[in-house]
């Protein structure tokens, strides 16, 4: 097998090199591909969108297609980690681990029925390794408020700088991961409930292919942002420009809830148990 | 509103999916007839794009309302009408025929199931009728993923076995997305007919020819063409009767679809058929193809295994009348699209209804099942005879066009290969019938309730009937299809 | 005109002139026969993977680097605040460099993803069936039924 995977990487690795020859040498202005489609993008995209950030305009507007499959293909795999791994109807554990937060002490409750009332100081916990570690928690509880400030200034301020649906919605994600990897995954999950999550990533595709219809119905073609002007009371243009921020949004939860949906299951079997 | 249809016909299953989500979530008895409803929209617009094809020619849709080089554009000719419809009633048909079989196979996970099935759909039909080049691999990976999830949930070796061909497949997609790199670094486009466009001066380059053979390497890959074919016969066999039921028929279809597309719209013909002098290399490789696929399938003892060394073979029939490079092969060829996508149905549907009943798909658990199950092993014999290749069935008269193109090309090696591997198919099911008509019933160990087998239910029985039906009547009707539809489906320059 | 390091000014034969001018095609060729070697040839399924994962990354480099132009800077246009038309003087193509690669390569990184997720829950239910990702033993342990 190491000689055949050997043979095959090298066949393949002298057909592409031989190939080269013929392309284009690196950052070469009058290359094909810098002449024949990108001039129109840089040069209209101003005036036809009105976005400045062209990477965005044709992202979701001229390619916007694309980008709806795109975030469906994310929606598909949350979908197929659930699908695969999720374990439903999961047997309550006989006994439950309770930790007192101050002496980091461990109660191990063997009776279901005699749960203590007043469990304000304890915290439940699911094994006994589960580290407990105050710096870590009070730091990362500090962070996160401004980790997810910043997602949101990424996708709404993607028309006239880096950024936009896809990489704002996983820096939120990354918050949510963050809290579930520095408390445990029961704390993460009562902050944003399973359900919510699976129903928000259906949701933030919605918000996208949706609009697309809306189009649609409003007369013109799937996904021809011009046809929000009516509902807008905006010129045309600007109805492209505020279309793409519609479907940023949709595309920023969207990613926000997979990412969260899919590190959930695999980190945890699919048993919604202990983060890492 | 036809002029809609192109993305009705895309967007419904693809909001149904979303739909179908969230009602996984709150009210899963909608989940089912959401799909269905979405499925029979689907239908219904294909067939209204390959009647407006028919008569007024080539359909083009402009998605955000873009001048095609700079936005995406669709292109609906005869090919993909012809597609379309196959993968809207393939998928149709099954859906309707798996429900019950879901329902005892995944009693928890009914909402990601369909959701994950529907947005397969959603992806088949998106490769088929997309006229960019990159926009098809972003499709393409929805329908593998979505393939990946509804295939790992079978038996306990189907997680592996869709491991593997996971890697297989991004491989495959990969290198398609590889090949697309070259030929926009050398075009500097991405839309397939700008491209073609673009092309012809740079027939020479070594650029164009290295796209030109990653992209076929990739899409074989994805159609498990023989010797690329390995990942296929586990992932089909272990997977789940209902996605096994989708994903057989249609994936692999959809492949040569592309492959075709390739061909026609992006490459040309002209550069495929002349300019390359591979064409005799490629049939005799597909020629190898339908050998070892009919000898693999020879020594399987195991029904849904012995079925996916069939498609093997098949994947050989299409690939191989493709590059005879001539008008019978080529129309040989794309009508077996059409009948291979109904006969692997018909054959995965029969083996959905015998797990469904014995909970088993290897020979021994076949024994007697003919007395048991009348219906279900009636429409067995039609997909047989239909395999085989006996009139009036739909298999015949593509393997007569395949055959005859053959001759005409001069392939005669591909013509021994059709025959031998007819010969063998004959052998193969036989060898089924006999096991289960002669050999005595209730040997079944470790089974459990043996007695209480009787035929499928009849919301599975339905579908695989109008299936067996079907064979009949394309195999009837060949004629029409050919001359209505087909013929315009094959570039004029091919004599 | 060609960009090259100093050492490189002594007498060059075509064949360096070629691979410097080159370079980033001859990285991700290399790049890309790692991860091709390591989707075939490795043992561990998780290595197979990571090797799938550098085999994408190969492909995301080799088109972001068409991407690029000399003496052109990211395509966002200066001095453009909505009012769309007014003001905005001409954008000239030669300032900005390519925008469609990145666009196309933004939905690959996606779809790379997504497939590492699928890949990585398929592994874990791969181990929780047979207690290992080796797959020589794996098959060992399904020959031994």
New interface residues.
């Given amino acids: 097998?190491?000689i055949?995977?050997?043979i095959?990487?090298?066949l393949?690795?002298t057909?592409?090199?031989?190939?080269?020859?013929?392309?284009?040498?690196?950052?070469?202005?009058s290359?094909?591909?810098?002449?024949?489609?990108?001039?129109?993008?840089?040069?209209k995209?101003?005036?036809e969108?009105?976005v400045?950030?062209?990477?965005t305009a044709?992202?979701a507007?001229?390619?916007?297609?694309?980008?709806?499959?795109?975030?469906?293909?994310?929606?598909?795999?949350?979908?197929?980690?659930?699908?695969?791994?999720?374990v439903?109807?999961r047997k309550e554990p006989v006994e439950r681990l309770y930790r007192h937060t101050l002496t980091g002490m461990t109660l191990r409750i063997k009776d279901l029925d005699e749960v203590p009332e007043n469990l304000d100081e304890f915290e439940r916990i699911d094994t006994l390794w589960a580290p407990y570690d105050l710096i870590i928690k009070t730091v990362c509880r500090l962070l996160i408020p401004f980790i997810q400030l910043f997602a949101l200034y990424v996708i709404a301020h993607g028309?006239?700088?880096?950024g936009g649906g896809?990489q704002g919605g996983v820096i939120l994600g990354a918050s949510f991961i963050l809290l579930a990897v520095s408390y445990d995954l029961r704390t993460a999950k009562e902050r944003l409930r399973e359900?919510l999550g699976?129903?928000l990533?259906?949701?933030g595709?919605?918000i996208y292919?949706?609009t697309?219809?809306l189009c649609?119905l409003l007369g013109?073609?799937?996904?021809?942002?011009?046809a929000l002007a009516s509902i807008l009371h905006v010129d045309p243009?600007?109805a492209r420009?505020h279309g793409i921020l519609i479907v940023e949004i949709g595309v920023g939860l969207a990613v926000m809830a997979t990412m969260i949906w899919?590190y959930d299951?695999?980190s945890s079997?699919g048993k919604y148990e202990e983060g890492l | 509103m036809s002029s809609q249809y192109p993305a009705l016909l895309v967007a419904t299953p693809l909001l149904a999916a979303l739909f179908i989500s969230i009602a996984g979530w709150v009210y899963k008895k909608l989940c089912f007839p959401i799909a269905v409803v979405a499925l029979s929209v689907a239908t219904y617009a294909s067939i209204g794009l390959l009647l407006r094809v028919l008569n007024e020619g080539v359909v083009h849709y402009r998605l955000g309302g873009w001048e095609p080089p700079w936005g995406i554009a669709y292109y609906v000719d005869h090919l993909n009408g012809l597609v379309l419809v196959v993968v809207c009633v393939v998928a149709l048909l099954n859906l309707i025929g798996a429900k019950k079989s879901i329902d005892q196979d995944f009693p928890d996970k009914i909402g990601p199931f369909y959701t994950l099935y529907i947005l397969m759909v959603t992806g088949l039909l998106g490769i088929v009728i997309t006229g960019d080049a990159f926009n098809l691999y972003v499709l393409l990976e929805i329908a593998a993923l979505t393939g990946y999830g509804l295939l790992a949930m079978g038996d306990k070796r189907a997680a592996l076995s869709t491991l593997n061909y996971l890697y297989m497949g991004t491989i495959g997609a990969c290198f398609y997305l590889l090949g697309v790199g070259y030929l926009y670094i050398v075009t500097g486009s991405l839309n397939m007919a700008d491209i073609a466009r673009i092309l012809p001066p740079l027939y020479e380059s070594k650029a164009v020819l290295a796209a030109f053979i990653i992209c076929m390497v990739g899409v074989w890959l994805k159609m498990a063409f023989f010797p690329l074919h390995a990942w296929l016969p586990n992932a089909y066999t272990h997977a789940p009767s209902a996605s096994s039921g989708l994903i057989a028929p249609l994936v692999t279809k959809v492949m040569i679809y592309v492959m075709i597309r390739l061909i026609f719209t992006v490459f040309t013909p002209e550069y495929a058929f002349n300019t390359l002098a591979l064409s005799n290399a490629f049939v005799w490789l597909a020629a190898i193809a339908i050998v070892m696929g009919a000898l693999f399938a020879l020594a399987e003892r195991n029904l849904k295994k012995m079925f996916s060394y069939i498609i093997i073979s098949e994947v050989g029939y299409m690939v191989g009348g493709i590059w005879l490079g001539n008008r019978a092969g080529m129309t040989g060829a794309v009508l077996h699209i059409l009948n291979d996508a109904l006969m692997t149905l018909c054959l995965f549907l029969v083996a959905s209804n015998i797990v469904y009943k014995i909970q088993g798909h290897s020979f021994d658990d076949l024994k007697g099942i003919f007395r048991k199950m009348p219906v279900t092993m009636g429409a067995l014999v039609v997909g047989a005879l239909s395999i085989i290749g006996v009139p009036p069935t739909c298999g015949f008269f593509s393997k007569w066009y395949l055959i005859s193109g053959a001759v005409q090309a001069g392939q005669y090696g591909f013509v021994a290969a059709l025959l031998f591997s007819s010969l063998v198919n004959v052998v193969l099911f036989f060898r089924v019938l006999e096991i289960a008509f002669f050999e005595p019933f209730g040997d079944h160990d470790g089974h459990g309730h043996t007695e209480s087998i009787d035929e499928a239910p009849l919301s599975m029985l339905v579908p695989l009937l109008i299936v067996a039906l079907g064979l009949v009547i394309v195999g009837v009707y060949t004629g029409d299809i050919v001359n209505l539809v087909i013929q315009f489906a094959i570039p004029r320059e091919i004599l | 005109m060609r960009y090259a390091p100093c050492v490189l000014i002594l007498p060059m034969s075509d064949l360096i002139t070629h691979i410097v001018a080159n370079y980033n095609y001859w990285i991700y060729i290399t790049l890309m026969m790692i991860g091709l070697y390591a989707i075939i040839a490795k043992n561990n399924l998780v290595k197979k993977i990571v090797g799938m994962n550098i085999f994408q990354t190969a492909i995301i480099l080799f088109y972001i680097s068409i991407g690029a132009k000399k003496g052109a800077t990211i395509p966002i246009i200066e001095h453009a605040h909505g009012d769309h038309g007014a003001g905005s003087s001409a954008v000239h193509a030669i300032e900005y460099i390519n925008p469609l690669p990145h666009v196309l390569m933004l939905t690959a990184i996606v779809v790379a993803v997504a497939t590492l997720g699928v890949a990585l829950a398929l592994a874990l239910k791969v181990y929780q069936q047979y207690n290992s990702l080796e797959e020589d033993e794996i098959l060992d342990q399904i020959r031994e039924k």
């Fill in positions: 097998m190491k055949l995977g050997l095959i990487a090298v393949t690795g057909l592409l090199i031989y190939t080269t020859s013929d392309f284009p040498s690196w950052g070469d202005p290359s094909p591909a810098s002449t024949h489609l990108s001039p129109h993008y840089i040069e995209t101003l005036e969108t009105s400045p950030n062209i990477v044709v992202l507007d001229y390619r916007g297609y694309d980008t709806m499959f795109e975030t469906t293909v994310i929606f598909g795999a949350g979908v197929a980690c659930f699908f695969l791994l999720r439903p109807r028309h006239h700088s880096p896809f359900k699976g129903i990533c259906a949701v595709v919605l292919a949706g697309g219809a649609l013109l073609n799937f996904l021809d942002y011009s243009i600007t420009s899919i299951n695999i079997e």
